[in-house]
């Protein structure tokens, strides 16, 4: 089974420029997950898609960052303009299903996309 | 709020020693646990995972315990291997509803010196 696939690795960019990152889920599951995780820190929650609608976001900083996932599929996540404190590496994970009580219904994650910003 | 509290790293030993990383956690109603691992360059990793209180969960010599009474899931291994140097995140998770996502700890560096 191939993994959630992530790019880019790697980003440098100017505060106030703009970046994108973009996810590839598992096949055929249906919640995927965009977290932070500042250096030192634990991931962070940004945003969570059940196919294509938004679950939660409420700690994504909607002044700046927007994320979609079209057609229940692949997603995108954006931060424009980008700030200092943005650097971070930006993890996206997915599960089968968040409905329903399953304890088999795990997280699996990506490799991270890692955003320096100068 | 639901929180995960970790031991503070990073966490020194020689191979062979035996591991323990504290966790503890602050949470309503029944989460499930987890424990995650991130090798250097790598994404994070599903180790183990508690479901219900006084589940054991358990993978690759680790072994962790969902302590309801005392709000733990520390992670033990009884010999530790240079290959299991890494971070390692505590985690609670509730899966019904829309809330599918996790809660991490800070995470606990494990250094493994041979």
């Known amino acids: 089974e191939a993994g959630v696939a992530q790019s880019p690795r790697y980003k440098i960019i100017e505060k106030r420029q703009s970046v994108a990152f973009w996810c590839n889920p598992i096949?055929?599951?249906?919640?995927l997950y965009w977290y932070q995780q500042i250096l030192g820190q634990g991931p962070k929650l940004l945003i969570q898609?059940?196919?294509?609608?938004?679950?939660?976001d409420s700690q994504l900083p909607k002044d700046r960052f927007s994320a979609e996932r079209l057609k229940g599929v692949d997603s995108t996540l954006k931060i424009q303009p980008a700030k200092l404190e943005d650097s971070a590496v930006y993890l996206c994970?997915?599960?089968?299903?968040?409905?329903?009580?399953?304890?088999?219904?795990?997280?699996?994650f990506g490799a991270g996309s890692r955003l320096t910003v100068l | 709020g639901n929180s995960v509290t970790q031991m503070e790293g990073p966490v020194t030993l020689s191979e062979e020693a035996f591991l323990t990383i504290n966790c503890t956690y602050t949470?309503?109603?029944?989460?499930?646990l987890f424990w995650y691992v991130q090798y250097p360059g790598e994404g994070l990793q599903l180790l183990l995972k508690?479901?219900?209180?006084?589940d054991k969960g358990s993978n690759k010599g680790f072994e962790a315990t969902y302590r309801k009474e005392t709000t733990s899931f520390h992670l033990e291994k009884g010999s530790v291997q240079v290959s299991d140097s890494a971070v390692y995140f505590c985690?609670?998770?509730?899966?019904?509803?829309?809330?599918?996502?996790?809660?991490f700890g800070k995470g606990t560096k494990l250094s493994v010196k041979p």
């Open positions: 994970a997915s599960s089968l299903d968040a409905g329903g009580w399953s304890g088999a219904n795990v997280l699996t």
């Open positions: 096949s055929g599951h249906a919640t």
């Open positions: 898609f059940q196919n294509n609608g938004v679950v939660d």
């Open positions: 949470a309503t109603g029944y989460p499930s």
């Open positions: 508690a479901t219900k209180a006084d």
């Open positions: 985690a609670l998770g509730y899966y019904g509803g829309s809330q599918g996502n996790l809660i």
